[in-house]
Structure formats: C-alpha cells, structure tokens
C-alpha cells in the first residue's frame, strides 16, 4: 500500500515536471508535499517517520515532544533526506537509551536541522559498535543546523561518528553531555572531515581515549570557527585530539575548563597538526599542557591566541614532547601554572619558536614562563617575559642538555632562586642577543645564573636594576659553567657578591667591550670571583661602581683569576680595601694602571 502511494506521487511528479508547474497533496499518513524537487512528509512517530522513509520522502518535519526509535533508520545508494522540526527546538529524536538513529552510507545524505538528538546508542558500547546518534560513512553527508545532541552514548562518536571519507558539517548546534571512549561528542577517521561552525560543545566526555569534544584520527581533518568548548574531558585533548596523521584548526574559538591527560584545551599526537588562530583559552587543566599539546612527532601552532589561567604539572599552557614542534605567534599568555614550564614546556628532542608573544605573570617550580627539558630547543623572537616566578629560572629554565635563543626580547620583573631571568644548568646552552634585561631579582644571578657545565652567551644586551641577595646582581656563574657576555650595558645592578658579575665553582666568565657603571655590592662592585674561578674582562669601562666592604669593582677569593686589558676603571668606591681587584688598584680602587 504504502509503496503504490509512493509510485503515484512519483508518476505525478514526472508529470508536473514536464509542464512546468507544481501540485500540493495531503495524505492520510500526514501531509505530504510535492514539488519539482522534494517529497515532503510530516510525521510525529516513529512507524510514519520509517514509513515515510521507506515510501522515499525525501523532506521530512518531525512535530510533538518526542519521537522514539525502535530501530536505525537507514540512507544508502546516494539517498538524500531532509529532516527539519515543526517547531524548532521542541521535539526530539529519542535513541530510547539504546538504539542508533541514522546510518547514512555508499554517498548518501543527511540533513538535520532544529531537532534534538537525545539518549541514543547505549547500546553500541556494549555490542562494541560506533556512533551514538548519527553514523555517517562511506562517502557520505551530514549537515547539522540548529541540533541539540545531549546525553548520547557511543565507543566512538557519541553524537557523531563518521569514518571513510565522510563529510560531516555542524553549524549553531549544541552538543552536551555525550559520553564515548574516543570523540566524547563528534569523531572523523579514514579521510573524513568535520566542520564545525558557531557551536557549542560542553560537558562532553572521552572516557579512555582522545578527544572530549572532538577526536579526528588516520588523516581526518577537522575545522572549528566561531566555537566555545567548555567542561569537556578526555586522556588526550580535553577539547579537541587529532591523532594519526589528522589535522585540526581553530578559529576564533574560547576554550574553558577543559581537562585530559594531555592538552586540557587542544592535543596532537602521533604526526598529526593543530592549529589555533585568534582563540581564547582559559581556566583548561592538565597533566601535561594545560591548553595545547603536541607530541609524538606533531606540530601544534597558536597564532593571536590568548592562554591564561591554565594549569598543568608541565607547560602551563603549551608544550612539545616527544620529538615534536610547536610555534607561538603574536600570543599572550598570563597567569599559567606548572610544576615546570609555567606558560610553557619543551623536552624530548622538541622544539618551540615564539615570536611576538607576551607572558606575564606564569609560575612554575622549573621555569616561571618557559623550560626546555631534555634536549630540547627553544627560540624566542621579540617576546616580553615579565613578573613570572620560579625556582629556578624566574622567565626562563635551559636545562638537560637543552638550547635557548633570545633575540630582542624584552625580559623584566621576573624573580626566582637561581636565576632572575635565565638559569642555564646541565651542559645546556642559551644565547642572548640584543635583549633588554631588566629589574629581575633572585637569590643568585639576579638576571642570569648558569651551573653544572651549562653556557650562557649574552651579545648587545642591556642588564640594568637587576638584584641578587647573595651571588651576582646581573650574571652568577658556578659549578663549572661558561658565561660570556659581548657588547652590553650592565647599570644599578646589586647583590653581596659581584654587583654585575659573580663566579664559582671553577667557572670562567669572558665579558668584552661592556660598559659597567653605579652597580652595587657589599664585595666586588662589578665583579667577585672565587673558588678556582677566572673572569677575563677586554676593552670594558667600570665606573662609578660601589662596595659596602672590599673591592669597589673587583673582588678575588680563594685562588680566582682576573685578567683585564685595555679597559678603564674609575671612580669606584669601596668601605675597604682589603682583597681588591689582586692588590693591583689604588688605595680606593678607583683606577685600574697596568
């Protein structure tokens, strides 16, 4: 019966196509609508809903509360159907906790728009199946505008799963409270895209795999804009995983108080791409990255994002492990914490380059805005780091063999222990070029400390107003390190020992062609050298530095060195004479004579 009807309205319809013209019927099943192009039906259950289907409506309008499915609904051999709620927002298409809505396949298509998608696919984690609500696979489309998916269950893609080339569009929908192992509400594998546009995912969970939102996996693209993420959970990437060669991009999206194991906000992993442009982060937490992560061979990329109050124990907000690359660009990131990498976290052969970025007010134990870890690299290009805090490290920590470049950035107002500014420990190596250093503070190194074969070259560099309560005002060198500094301007720095410059430990510092003037110190206004230490100073001007007790520019202790050639020593005072600059000043230590 119900398939002769459906052969009448398409004998009619061929025949209103051929004059150009269009007929409106109204059938007992509901009413039915013929046009040039559609069969439209409206259905308020689920034996008229899979009735019309079978009938080949391809517009269906779903009214009442609820309609709930016994059963999927199936589009296959390039099908299409369009299905759209009466009044949008009110009436919802029930899984009755078990059953799976829609499976769309081999090219067909699927339109959702104004319904809600409730409590389906309990069903599939028990019977190891995917896709809660929606299953899109093979070539084929779904689009979804104005849906609400809530409350759905799946092993992966609770709301939606879409695999083998699927292509699936969200635009303002809501999706919250689903729950899967992998893609809490939406999951793309083999070649499928998602699309997400002015959405908002919340409260979504991946209970043992990636992706508490969203999970993209074997080469699956994903492309959020206009999005909000908020209270979403999973093992890897609270908000948003792409694993397995996949790619992610956000745009204009806010992540809030996501959580994972890895990336609170947005992870990459195992060769996979994210990209975030003009995002917002915040109040995200973690084990490692507290907002974006990349490891295993991925590349994670934030551009004119902002990331602050995040938390991890590792990368507050950003981190790269596991041999890969992360860049930041034009960021600002404030108010991270971690156990290290207050803002950010590098280690394991990665590398990370920020450029433009701002980090103000990070803490960590182990770098208050950066740590390189591990043999890790890290290139810093016209960034300002200030009033973060460490232990070690107050702005930045170069440890276990790792690299750190900074060129004209402007480093101010951080304080840790060891290490103002910079701390260079464990045979690594950080270069400093043109950068302004200013008002630091710490216990040793008011700007930079360097211990444990580390080596810290500084070029054209301004240290000025930093502070140490013990060792180094500007540079602590200790435990067999190298410090060289070239070219720079050292003023109003102070500490007990060495108000510019202090060195231990058998460590050898070079400083040449600088300029030293009005630091302080209670010994060796400029320099104090102790422990088997050498300091070489060539073509530098120390003046109108001071000492509260010996060495008004230069103090040696304990078998130390100091070799100065062809620079000027002059008006420095000290309270005492004894122990200055080797005996070889004038009884004030006011002037340096070969």
């Known amino acids: 019966m119900a398939y002769g009807r459906a052969a009448l309205l398409r004998a009619l319809l061929c025949i209103l196509l051929e004059q150009n013209r269009s007929l409106w019927l109204v059938v007992s099943a509901g009413s039915t609508d013929i046009s040039s192009d559609s069969v439209r039906v409206s259905v308020s259950t689920f034996s008229e809903f899979e009735g019309a289907v079978e009938d080949g409506a391809t517009s269906i309008v779903v009214a009442g509360p609820e309609i709930a499915f016994h059963r999927p609904l199936e589009l296959y051999n390039a099908s299409e159907l369009s299905v759209e709620a009466k009044a949008p927002g009110e009436t919802t298409l029930s899984g009755n906790g078990s059953v799976t809505l829609f499976i769309v396949k081999w090219g067909s298509k699927l339109s959702l728009r104004g319904v809600t998608l409730a409590h389906c696919g309990g069903a599939s984690v028990r019977l190891g199946r995917n896709g809660g609500a929606v299953v899109v696979d093979s070539d084929s489309v779904l689009v979804m505008e104005s849906v609400r998916s809530s409350f759905n269950i799946a092993l992966r893609g609770a709301a939606v799963y879409a695999r083998k080339r699927a292509r699936v569009l969200v635009t303002d929908c809501t999706m919250t409270s689903n729950s899967a192992d992998w893609g809490g509400a939406l999951f793309a594998e083999d070649d499928s895209t998602i699309t997400l546009l002015n959405s908002t995912l919340s409260s979504n969970s991946a209970r043992l795999g990636s992706g508490g939102a969203v999970a993209a996996m074997d080469h699956s693209v994903v492309t959020a804009t206009d999005c909000t993420m908020s209270l979403n959970s999973a093992i890897y990437g609270g908000g948003i995983a792409a694993f397995s060669g996949s790619v992610v991009t956000a745009s204009d999206c806010t992540f809030t108080s996501n959580s994972a194991g890895r990336g609170g906000a947005v992870a990459a992993a195992v060769g996979?791409?994210?990209?975030?442009?003009?995002?917002?982060?915040?109040?995200?937490?973690?084990?490692?990255?507290?907002?974006?992560?990349?490891?295993?061979?991925?590349?994670?990329?934030?551009?004119?994002?902002?990331?602050?109050?995040?938390?991890?124990?590792?990368?507050?907000?950003?981190?790269?492990?596991?041999?890969?690359?992360?860049?930041?660009?034009?960021?600002?990131?404030?108010?991270?914490?971690?156990?290290?990498?207050?803002?950010?976290?590098?280690?394991?052969?990665?590398?990370?380059?920020?450029?433009?970025?701002?980090?103000?007010?990070?803490?960590?134990?182990?770098?208050?805005?950066?740590?390189?870890?591990?043999?890790?690299?890290?290139?810093?290009?016209?960034?300002?780091?200030?009033?973060?805090?460490?232990?070690?490290?107050?702005?930045?920590?170069?440890?276990?063999?790792?690299?750190?470049?900074?060129?004209?950035?402007?480093?101010?107002?951080?304080?840790?222990?060891?290490?103002?500014?910079?701390?260079?420990?464990?045979?690594?190596?950080?270069?400093?070029?043109?950068?302004?250093?200013?008002?630091?503070?710490?216990?040793?190194?008011?700007?930079?400390?360097?211990?444990?074969?580390?080596?810290?070259?500084?070029?054209?560099?301004?240290?000025?107003?930093?502070?140490?309560?013990?060792?180094?005002?500007?540079?602590?060198?200790?435990?067999?390190?190298?410090?060289?500094?070239?070219?720079?301007?050292?003023?109003?720095?102070?500490?007990?020992?060495?108000?510019?410059?202090?060195?231990?430990?058998?460590?050898?510092?070079?400083?040449?062609?600088?300029?030293?003037?009005?630091?302080?110190?209670?010994?060796?206004?400029?320099?104090?050298?102790?422990?088997?230490?050498?300091?070489?100073?060539?073509?530098?001007?120390?003046?109108?530095?001071?000492?509260?007790?010996?060495?008004?520019?230069?103090?040696?202790?304990?078998?130390?060195?100091?070799?100065?050639?062809?620079?000027?020593?002059?008006?420095?005072?000290?309270?005492?004479?004894?122990?200055?600059?080797?005996?070889?000043?004038?009884?004030?230590?006011?002037?340096?004579?070969?």
């Not at 992360?326 to 590098?346: H, L, R, W």
């Open 272 to 594: 996979s791409t994210v990209t975030t442009t003009g995002c917002t982060m915040t109040l995200n937490y973690a084990d490692y990255a507290g907002a974006v992560y990349a490891g295993g061979k991925s590349t994670a990329t934030v551009i004119v994002s902002t990331l602050s109050s995040n938390y991890a124990f590792g990368g507050g907000a950003l981190a790269a492990f596991e041999d890969s690359t992360a860049f930041a660009t034009n960021c600002t990131m404030s108010s991270n914490a971690a156990s290290f990498g207050g803002a950010i976290a590098v280690r394991e052969g990665s590398s990370i380059t920020s450029m433009d970025c701002t980090m103000s007010s990070n803490s960590a134990q182990n770098g208050g805005a950066v740590v390189t870890l591990a043999d890790s690299t890290l290139t810093a290009i016209a960034c300002t780091m200030s009033s973060n805090s460490a232990s070690l490290g107050g702005a930045v920590s170069v440890d276990e063999q790792s690299t750190a470049t900074l060129t004209h950035c402007t480093i101010t107002s951080n304080s840790a222990e060891w290490g103002g500014a910079l701390k260079g420990r464990a045979a690594s190596t950080a270069i400093l070029e043109d950068c302004k250093i200013s008002s630091n503070s710490a216990g040793q190194g008011g700007a930079v400390h360097a211990e444990n074969d580390a080596i810290i070259t500084a070029i054209g560099c301004t240290m000025r107003s930093n502070s140490a309560l013990v060792d180094g005002g500007a540079v602590g060198a200790f435990g067999q390190s190298i410090v060289t500094t070239t070219n720079c301007t050292m003023t109003s720095n102070s500490a007990k020992f060495g108000g510019v410059i202090a060195a231990g430990d058998a460590s050898i510092v070079t400083t040449t062609n600088c300029t030293m003037s009005s630091n302080s110190a209670w010994f060796g206004g400029v320099i104090a050298a102790v422990s088997i230490s050498t300091v070489t100073a060539t073509d530098c001007t120390m003046t109108s530095n001071s000492a509260r007790n010996s060495g008004g520019a230069i103090l040696t202790l304990d078998s130390s060195t100091i070799i100065l050639s062809e620079g000027a020593i002059k008006l420095n005072r000290a309270a005492k004479v004894r122990h200055t600059a080797l005996g070889l000043c004038d009884d004030s230590c006011g002037s340096w004579t070969d």
